[in-house]
């Protein structure tokens, strides 16, 4: 498994903003996706945002669609930025990857059990 290490978490005041990073070692696969979930207390962990390993398909929750942006750079390091931030995006967010040979929609890789890598995750706190 592909080791992942997430960074950027912290404590926002509502309509701040913050920028995760997740680095995956060894991880060059063509079919390669990496997302940023997150999980509430009490709730299920949910996809927030994924990109394939060409940087150049992205998927996002609706929830945070318009505020959140996944981006790749050229050594493969993931980043989410967080714009707009608002309470609810509180949640300590975890890093995945996968490989996927086939993506059939949106709902499929934003799905956290498609996922077999993870990262230890990074707390995001929005205060109003």
């Known amino acids: 498994q592909v080791q992942l290490v997430e960074s950027g978490g912290g404590s926002v005041q509502v309509g701040e903003s913050l920028r995760l990073s997740c680095a995956a070692s060894?991880?060059?696969?063509?079919?390669?996706?990496m997302g940023w979930f997150r999980q509430a207390p009490g709730k299920e962990r949910e996809g927030v945002a994924v990109?394939?390993?060409?940087?150049?398909?992205t998927y996002y929750a609706d929830s945070v669609k318009g505020r959140f942006t996944i981006s790749q750079d050229n050594t493969a390091v993931v980043y989410l930025q967080m714009n707009s931030l608002k309470p609810e995006d509180t949640a300590m967010y975890y890093c995945?990857?996968?490989?996927?040979?086939?993506?059939?929609?949106?709902?499929?890789?934003?799905?956290?059990?498609?996922?077999?890598?993870w990262g230890q995750g990074t707390q995001v706190t929005v205060s109003s």
């Open positions: 060894g991880y060059t696969y063509s079919d390669r996706y």
């Open positions: 990109i394939n390993s060409g940087a150049d398909i």
């Open positions: 995945a990857a996968a490989r996927f040979p086939l993506v059939t929609s949106a709902r499929f890789v934003l799905q956290a059990d498609k996922y077999n890598s």
